[in-house]
Nanobody, 123 residues
């Protein structure tokens, strides 16, 4: 069983930056592909970025060049560095884990989820 806890969300002005963290416990973190998803009010949960156990990464087009996903296996923590934030980035951000080394972009491919952290970008 894997437990995930996100932190680092908050209120920021457009153009600002935030770094989200996802601390994992249980399981073997280094063997798990990890992902970030987000859900805006009234919308479905959507893929943001993923990182494989070997640190290969993939991003949704709208965040490429602005967001960076990374992981620290020694700390069992995944990060999402977000720069040049826009109001449309406002959402609850969730981290997710799967017991597979390769990444996936569909939420249904992930078995474990955190509780989410709110990111609000004001214009």
């Amino acid at each position: 069983q894997v437990q995930l806890v996100e932190s680092g969300g908050g209120l920021v002005q457009a153009g600002g930056s935030l770094r989200l963290s996802c601390a994992a416990s249980g399981g073997t973190f280094s063997d798990n592909a990890m992902g970030w998803f987000r859900q805006a009010p009234g919308k479905e949960r959507r893929f943001v970025a993923v990182i494989s156990s070997g640190s290969a990464t993939y991003y949704t087009d709208s965040v490429k060049g602005r967001f960076t996903i990374s992981r620290d296996n020694a700390k069992k923590t995944m990060y999402l560095r977000m720069l040049s934030l826009k109001p449309e980035d406002t959402a609850v951000y969730y981290c997710a884990a799967r017991h597979v080394r390769g990444y996936a972009t569909h939420s249904s491919d992930y078995a474990y989820w955190g509780q989410g952290t709110q990111v609000t970008v004001s214009s």
